[in-house]
Nanobody, 127 residues
């Protein structure tokens, strides 16, 4: 299996919620800065949430106040709780990890050369 495996995508109406999960290989969970990225139609892949080893979090302005990143160390898993979803949130969501940087750097268009992504999970929000 992949070193980052995300799940939990689906279809929801505007205003609804979804919870994404990403199970990571132990060495990646323990050593990398973690986060979530997404690619929406017509735009570059962008980082939307970051979590560093000090527990600090960072969010893209487009999701601040609606999305929350969290973790379960016993399961080497991170989550993305997405509330008040909008049609413009529709796209492919990726679990992300980077050996370099911090929570803030995970909220960006691209990762460093050591960055990793999962296979992606589709989120569709209807009006």
């Amino acid at each position: 299996q992949g070193q980052l495996v995300e799940s939990g995508g689906g279809s929801v109406e505007s205003g609804g919620s979804l919870r994404l999960s990403c199970v990571l290989a132990e060495h990646i969970y323990d050593s990398y800065v973690l986060g979530w990225s997404r690619q929406v139609p017509g735009k570059e892949r962008e980082g939307i949430a970051g979590l560093d080893k000090n527990g600090r979090t960072s969010y893209a302005a487009s999701v601040e106040g609606r999305f929350t990143i969290s973790q379960d160390s016993a399961k080497n898993t991170i989550y993305l709780q997405m509330n008040d979803l909008k049609p413009e949130d529709s796209g492919t969501y990726y679990c992300a990890a980077d050996l370099l940087g911090d929570a803030t750097s995970m909220v960006a268009t691209s990762l460093s050369s050591s960055g990793l992504w999962g296979q992606g999970t589709q989120v569709t929000v209807s009006s």
